[in-house]
């Protein structure tokens, strides 16, 4: 027995020591081996970042006007790891702050997403009284917190929307946008970001750096010290060239019209106006749109979401003559004195080309094809030319290719070629399809844009603008002001003569053709041309009434122009949808731009340079 | 001039010093001193869980004490006075084992607490000295374990409480409780082929649980004999990251605090996980992983290997024992402060289901503080025996 005991006592000492080695081994294993693993964990457990929201940009005009800014405002969130009960609390709030569905249906996507110490944004802008009955009951609502918090607010509403854009709530497709190109890391306790127009193109300036407040937590996320504090950068303030007051004159002037239209300097491409209407108001999208207004606005035919300026394409009808008659002289198709007879049409085969004055207008040389606009002309000039070379000798102003604006998203429109047409339909270029070409028809389809820059390279006697509409940035602290550079124009190389030519007959056409009547005693030379481009079909889709459809199958109506012709300081171009005849709805639109530009504007002593 | 009195008094003195020195060389030295050592670790240990609660370390001085003082006066009693308390506590504690069955008070789901009037008391803590005891005495009174009717009474000996306390339920009181007789049991002879098979079984079991884990614990699977509470302890064992910020946020928790804490840990009161309450239950069950975090491999180990001595010596002891009884007992008792010691460091390591079984003489809490204390000083006693028989004399009068 005692021998036995001797030996029993003795494998239970062996076990022990192999039990106790097993202990050895698992703490060697957590804390020599996954020593790091564990190390890392331990300090992303005691330490939590509190995002410090950065300022953003302030967005100016050239004057000054303050287009878009930070309203200090109240807003709610919730910490939803320190929620007792989310439901319950969601439900006293609902009460208090009369929240709808759908605001609960954003949270609840949001709080999902959210990390375990993140808060969630349940509502901003909150009124007086709200916050009052908040506060009160605050106590009784773990987790919810109340703050002040800077909103973004477009002070003129729809105003200029599509110039501005709008800033909203990171989406989760943004996230993955920024996860991709690897910029997470700069969003990090971000909640807004730029999604369109200037806010969106300038968002890197604009957002500033977000700062970071390093806390050390306990379980339970109580604070006990702060580690370290990196505070906010602001973001630069943008100084734009556009002159608001003529925004909303254009926009006033267009009324509940369909269009857009785009003012720049001929010198430097600085863009004085950049106008799409119908609009909307950005300050329903900084926190989210709800479904009602978005499907409202994204539904309605008048498609006041499409940035016209920028994304619209549309033929640039008789507008297009000025062009042609430079290209033709640049190919040696024509000279100035060749004339032709214009009977009021064109023949070419048995297919006869109607002239807009169906008795014509007799015998038509270069300058009065322009003045009087000639389609005659410009059908023979089409088919003598043949759609290759037309392309070659207008592609060098722009038409077919993004302008290089300073906004996302621009539109590149169609120069059509033989080429183009076999790429895109996998067809021969037809004779028959060249005459339309001529007069601004047919598969030509740019935007307003890019018209306005060609528009100014006749002003500037042939050179190619960058346009641009931030001007410069400032730094809000400091002041400081640091202009842009700007791209040097692209000389074209047109001959100086042929270019002035072109010039004399833009200008008659305000003395004595097409919108002579429009811009009757000026006091400076308008040089100018309307357009009436044809509306070829609706989409096969879109259902309106008989008298919408009618109104809608009315020609759009367009205008270029630049004053003054001697010196010109602007140049513009503008479409009324569905406006009829370039004389009568785009041009008068021009001419209180101009005089609004030339006369009113200087008056208060602000003269362009 | 008070030369006398001067001589008188250092005489009275000079005799408290000696008995003194009797009394406390009377204690197993090595035993003793492994003692004091964890102690001391154990100050360290509960100071640095209290920055919430300074009442709690105060509390813990007074509990290191009234250990202490039990274990010194129970070393002073004779292992034959011992077997005299074997069958009355044993049976004291069954019948309040039932009771609790029937007038128990219920917290947190489980039935283990008596009221007595002056205090609340745990019968399943007295049944962990009660179980060894009785089948020491018993296994001693029929000098072995012949014959299978002597088998069978012990086997209900030991079974009949530890299915009281499973009922309660308290699977780490049960888990110690059965672990004490059953090494009196494996110290009185079980054979040998019993011993392998039972060795090889668990083994399989464990294998098996590892490797059909995930199918095993399917949300709508359940497992005979094992509550779904304790079913999910083990699934939440083999997978804490199943549910990181629930079920799995102890062992978790317990295992970032144990393996941050790197070779030589963060420091005294520098432990992160422990200070900023990361960990749960982390002044009692989970004391170790707030330890492991400040003091790294080089303090865990040092903690091991006290403990090591300590049930070595009380092997020892045991073998040196001069009577069955003394000697069962010593061996049991000792394997059982292994046991306590291993299912703790087990469960905050991660390698172990959680049960709520504290870390020897280092986490805070009176009971487990107690109990141990009386099995410890019951070694202390039967050391002393064996110092009477092989040194030859008695220091008691």
Known sequence: MSTDFRVRATVAALAVFG?????????????????????????????????????????????GEILARNDAGFSVEIEPARAKNLDESLAVLTDILSLSPAEIKRFKRSAAEARKFDSVLLKSKLTDAQVARLVVQIDQLPGVRVLRRNLRAYPFGSSSSHLLGHIGRLSRKDQEMLEQSERASEYFGVTHMGKLGIERSYEEQLRGEVGFQRIEVTASGRTVRELALRPAVSGEDLLL??????????????????????????????????????????????????????NELSNSIDKPLLNRALRGIYPPGSTYKPFMAIAALASGERRPQDTIQDPGYFMLGNHRFRDSRPEGHGTVDLKKSIVVSSDTYYYKLAVDMGVDVIHQYISPFGFGQKTGIDLEGEAAGILPSSEWKMKRFGKEWLTGETPSIGIGQGYNSFTILQLARATAAIANGGKLVRPQIVRAFRNPLSGKTTEIPRA????????????????????????????????????????????????????????????????????????????????????????????????????????????????TRPAEGKVLQ | MNSANQRRAQTGWRALALWLRIRFFSLDQPLFWLMMAIFVLSLFAVY???????????????????????????????????????????????????????????????????????????????????????????????????????????????????????????????????????????????????????????????????????????????????????????????????????????????????????????????????QLEFIPERATDFIFAGYAEEFGFIGATLVVILYLGVVLRGLWIAIGAPTIFSRLLSGSLSLMIFTYAFVNLGMVTGILPVVGVPLPFISYGGTAMVTLGIGLGLIFSIARDRSRVTQGFSLQR
């Open chain 1, 19 to 63: 039990f106790f080695g097993i202990l050895i081994l698992r703490f060697a294993n957590l804390q020599v081996w996954h020593h790091e693993d564990y190390a890392v964990k331990a300090e992303n457990n005691r330490v939590a970042l509190l995002p410090i929201q950065a300022p953003r940009g302030k967005i100016f005009d050239r004057y």
């Open chain 1, 488 to 599: 040097p124009a692209q000389e074209l190389g047109f001959n100086p003569e042929w270019v002035n030519l072109v010039k004399d007959a833009m200008v008659g056409v305000n003395i004595s053709g097409t919108s002579a009547g429009v811009f009757r005693g000026t006091p400076y030379t308008v040089a100018g041309k309307t357009g009436t481009a044809q509306v070829f079909s609706l989409g096969q889709n879109e259902k309106y009434s008989a008298g919408r459809i009618a109104e809608r199958l009315r020609d759009h109506s367009l205008y270029i122009a630049f004053a003054p012709a001697e010196d010109p300081k602007v140049a513009l171009a503008l479409v009324v949808e569905n406006g009829g005849f370039g004389a009568a709805s785009a041009a008068p639109i021009a001419r209180k731009a101009l005089d609004y530009l030339l006369i």
């Open chain 1, 241 to 294: 060239s556009i002159d608001f007051g003529l925004q909303r004159l254009v926009e006033a002037a267009y009324g509940s019209r369909r269009g857009a239209m785009v003012a720049l300097s001929p010198k430097t491409g600085e863009v004085f106006a950049f106008v799409s209407m119908p609009n909307f108001d950005p300050n329903h999208f900084v926190d989210g749109v709800d479904s009602d207004l978005w």
């Open chain 2, 48 to 274: 640095s869980a209290s920055h919430d609660d300074p009442d709690r370390f105060i509390n813990h001085l007074r509990n290191l004490a009234m250990s202490l003082t039990l274990m010194c006066v129970l070393s002073q009693i004779p292992s034959v006075q011992l077997q005299r308390a074997a069958i009355p506590l044993y049976i004291t504690s069954l019948l309040l084992l039932v009771a609790v069955q029937f007038f128990g008070e219920t917290s947190k789901g489980a039935t283990r607490w008596l009221n007595i009037g002056i205090t609340r008391i745990q019968p399943s803590e007295i049944m962990k000295i009660a179980m060894p005891m009785m089948l020491a005495w018993f296994i001693h009174r029929k000098e072995g374990l012949e014959g299978w009717r002597n088998w069978l009474a012990a086997c209900l000996m030991l079974v009949v409480p530890t299915l009281f306390i499973l009922k309660q339920p308290d699977l780490g009181t049960a888990v110690l409780v059965a672990a004490s007789g059953t090494f009196v049991l494996y110290f009185a002879g079980i054979s040998w082929r019993l011993l392998l098979w039972v060795s090889l079984a668990v083994l399989m079991l464990v294998i098996l649980l590892i490797t059909l884990g995930d199918a095993a614990c399917a949300p709508d699977i359940s497992w005979p004999g094992l509550r779904e509470y304790q079913r999910q302890r083990i699934c939440t064992l083999l997978n804490p990251m199943q549910d990181p910020l629930g079920k799995g946020f102890h062992i978790l928790q317990s295992m970032i605090a144990v393996g941050s804490g790197g070779l030589v840990g963060k420091g005294w009161l520098q432990g992160t996980q422990t």
